[in-house]
């Protein structure tokens, strides 16, 4: 690993200098017709803590953030540039294997969408997709994941009801489940909470930090106040580009850059 | 007023009203229709009086003896001859059932009411359901055994009761001698034959493919014999049950006073309507429906049931489900899923749906082009060489009727499946994808199970109109009468080969090629009720089901707070 990209990643809050987990060199993405998404971005996400990506609408924020897992592979005519690399590693070299980043990189969506399924099935289809069958390791690796999406607790008498009964706020917690369940080593958050009531908010929040112990967490988020409480570290983009990536406190505090000056105090955007 | 007819004209009341009329005018219409089908169709099996009367207009007056079949009021212009009551101008002219074709030739009359007389309704008054020559309207006058008279005068009561108990007790017995007969033609000579054949297409078999069949000759000779003294010994008994159910005979006297005489094996039901209650009429009406659902047609399809049509249409529509689903399906999911997107699968897509459109007797012409003379030519000289010329698949038969209307069903279960596909949120791909789940394991766990009841809805629909098609069918397996199910004890059961009945062929056959027209209209009508009736419950499932899944989709759409 090239050691002074290191450099990049002030220390944190505690006088700690995290490592890196995910990089991207020189990245650039272009949608069908054209339009640029991102350009030339360069960030160094640091390993188990909880970086937010902050900007106006149509930044680049949730482009970046499908880079990561790949998912804008799905879309017609997307045309990516540049490294990200994962523990080091290319993601878009010709032989990664896409499904097995996909579950190393895990992905909660703006919306919660749970499977018309059950509960248990819910949190099961990661695991059942890997073949595992057997219904102890099942039952187990459910348990776990509901927990440490603080769930287990609402859902353990109605495990085989659907999904669909549940809150929104609940659902939210159970697609986290489901991302958890199949071990991911990053978790991405696309606005995950911003469909959801405050008290839902405030509840992903907290887990957010209780998970932040484990996972790399990647959160998109337009709520600023969100990204201050939540986010060890922060980036400011516009305009598909990084314009600032730091500390939180120094993001909100003391920011190099004008642009994020303006954005972080509301003059902007 | 011309301020608030503006505003009443934008105010687009108009448009309501005109929207509700259309709806109301649609509604209307396939109301009647059900309405006039139902009536007509299923008023058909209720015992109705007859009528007995003394009729003027006849030289000289006669006695005539008929059911109530329509009536009609004219002009009496209209008529010529000119109508015998010169003083009115409208006429009242019923029409009646006189039945007795054997005896004297017309089946139908039109009488003028007001040339009625004596006009009564006799309890004693019987109708006798023939298996042949329709009904037979008369009094029961004597039973006969072995030609020798049963109940002599003195054990006869006023009412006749005593005669019509035993007249019922040896209805019974003939019953019971026809089944039997019915079981041996069906099952032992029918396996007598099947063997036959089987022996005859072995030799032939032989003898085109030459070399040594001497020792395979012999052992079929053997088996001949074998199925020929088999053969000798069913004819006997056959002939001696024969003999038995022509024992009995019953004589009735008809309207013109003369006794004819009917066997017994002949009448299929025997009852006195004008006596019945309305429970027994009530009994009788299900009997009469359960025979139209569950017998064979007699008299050219005029009466009895239709049993084989039925049975035709659910064989080849679920042959056509067979072969039509999965095609459908995977052909959806490919240009929905895994079709690059562009010109071609647009083109594709489009020709899929135009092909919706083509006109069924097309796909008729197809049918028989393609699938019989040449694919079944094709089989026939490959697989079943002993049996030409004769063909076996080289003519119409249920598996080209069925493989046709796949065909042209398929663009419905195609654009189903496309659509159900379709429809399922991009969120939940994403999520399983998301969770390391291939494009196929996505497809399988999330997206199909998702589509399932729009594809259910567009196999239904399929279904549908199969079931009502039958331009097509004309040309590649229907027929008029079928000699024999399609499904069957007889090896290999399923005859794909063979030629079936179809409702909706039995309502044209019925309603335009019966030689008896006035007797075949209300079994056409009940046909066509039940052939709605059919199609009409497969669409509302259909629609049930596409209600279910919207249902199910917008749940997501809001997040579901359900």
Not at chain 2, 44 to 67: D, K, S
Request: glycine share 8%.
């Amino acid at each position: 690993m090239n050691g002074g990209e290191f450099s990049e990643l002030n220390p944190d809050a505690d006088g700690v200098r995290p490592e890196p987990c995910l990089e991207t060199r020189n990245l650039s993405l272009r949608y069908a017709g054209n339009r640029r998404a991102l350009n030339k971005v360069r960030l160094t996400i640091p390993r188990q803590r909880v970086t937010a990506l902050i900007g106006p609408s149509g930044c680049g924020k949730t482009s970046l953030l499908r880079c990561f897992n790949r998912l804008n592979d799905l879309v017609d005519d997307c045309v990516i540039t540049g490294r990200v690399r994962l523990d080091g590693k290319n993601i878009y070299a010709a032989k990664v294997d896409v499904t097995e980043l996909r579950r190393r990189v895990g992905m909660v969506f703006q919306k919660p969408n749970p499977f018309p399924k059950s509960i248990y099935e819910n949190v099961a289809f990661g695991l059942r997709i890997r073949g595992i069958k057997s219904r102890r390791r099942l039952d187990e690796i459910v348990q776990e994941s509901l927990s440490a999406a603080a769930l287990w607790d609402e859902v353990k008498d109605r495990l085989h009801k659907s999904a669909l009964e549940l809150s929104g706020g609940q659902q939210q917690r159970l697609v986290i489940a489901r991302t958890l369940a199949v071990a991911p080593e990053v978790l991405l958050l696309d606005e995950s909470a911003s469909a959801l009531d405050p008290i839902s908010t405030l509840k992903i929040e907290e887990l957010i930090s209780e998970l932040k112990k484990n996972y790399t967490i990647v959160i998109v988020t337009h709520n600023l106040q969100q990204a201050a409480r939540v986010a060890d570290y922060t980036a400011f983009m516009d305009m598909g580009e990084l314009v600032e990536f730091d500390t939180t406190a120094r993001i909100f505090t003391n920011p190099v850059k004008r642009r994020t000056e303006e954005y972080v105090t509301g003059r902007y955007g | 007023m011309k301020r608030s007819l503006a505003n009443w004209l934008d105010s687009g009341a108009p448009w309501v009203w005109i929207n509700a009329g259309a709806v109301t005018l649609c509604l209307a219409m396939v109301f009647a229709l059900l309405l006039l089908l139902g009536v007509k169709g299923l008023g058909h099996f209720w015992p109705r009086p007859v009528l007995q009367a003394t009729y003027l207009a006849a030289e000289p007056p006669a006695t005539i003896i008929g059911e109530l079949a329509a009536s009609e009021t004219i002009a009496a212009g209209e008529l010529n001859p000119v109508a015998p009551e010169e003083d009115q101008d409208e006429i009242e002219r019923q029409l009646l059932k006189l039945g007795n074709r054997d005896i004297t030739g017309s089946n139908f009359a039109w009488v003028f009411t007001g040339l009625l007389e004596d006009v009564s309704f006799p309890a004693e008054l019987a109708v006798l359901e023939r298996r042949e020559w329709g009904n037979l309207y008369g009094y029961l006058d004597g039973l006969r055994q072995a030609g020798a008279a049963v109940l002599p005068a003195g054990a006869s009561d006023g009412t006749g009761e005593a005669r019509w108990s035993e007249l019922h007790v040896r209805l019974d017995r003939a019953r019971d001698l026809r089944r039997e007969i019915e079981r041996i033609e069906r099952s032992i000579i029918a396996d007598i034959n099947f063997g036959m054949e089987r022996l005859r297409l072995e030799e032939r078999r032989l003898a085109l493919a030459g070399g040594d069949s001497a020792g395979a000759l012999r052992e079929n000779a053997r088996q001949r014999e074998a199925f020929d003294a088999q053969y000798a010994e069913i004819r006997l008994r056959l002939l001696e049950l024969n003999r038995q159910i022509q024992r009995d005979t019953a004589l009735f006297r008809i309207a013109d006073g003369s006794v004819v005489e009917i066997p017994v094996a002949d009448i299929v039901r025997a009852y006195r309507p004008n006596a019945m209650g309305w429970a027994e009429s009530l009994g009788m009406y299900f009997e009469r429906l359960m025979e139209f659902l569950s017998g064979n047609p007699r008299e050219a399809n005029t009466e009895g049931g239709l049993l084989p049509a039925l049975y035709g249409t659910a064989m080849m529509v679920m042959l056509m489900s067979v072969i039509v689903t999965p095609l459908g399906v995977v052909a959806g999911v490919y240009l929905s899923e895994y079709a690059p997107r562009g010109w071609l699968t647009r083109i594709i897509r489009v020709s899929v749906n135009n092909l919706a459109g083509v006109p069924s007797i097309v796909y008729g012409m197809f049918g028989l082009g393609f699938f019989i003379y040449l694919a079944g030519g094709e089989i026939d000289r490959l697989f079943y060489a002993e049996s030409l010329p004769a063909p076996t698949f080289g003519t119409p038969g249920l598996l080209w009727a069925s493989l046709t209307l796949a065909l042209l069903t398929l663009p419905v279960v195609i654009v189903a499946t496309e659509e159900g596909l379709g429809n399922v949120p991009a969120s939940l791909r994403e999520a399983s994808l998301a969770l390391g789940a291939t494009q196929f394991e996505t497809l399988w766990r999330v997206v199909l199970p998702l589509a399932r009841p729009s594809m259910l809805t567009g196999l239904i629909l399929a279904v549908a109109r199969a079931a009502g098609e039958v331009a097509p069918l004309m040309l590649v397996g229907v027929v008029k009468l079928a000699p024999s199910l399609p499904l069957d004890t007889q090896f290999p059961y399923l005859h794909l080969e063979q030629q079936f009945m179809h409702l909706g062929y039995h309502v044209f056959d019925l309603a335009t090629q019966s030689p008896n027209v006035e007797a075949a209209m209300p079994q056409a009508f009940a046909t066509a009720f039940l052939l709605v009736a059919v199609v009409t419950a497969l669409n509302l499932s259909a629609v049930v089901l596409r209600g279910r899944l919207r249902e199910r989709y917008r749940a997501m759409d809001t997040g579901a707070w359900v």
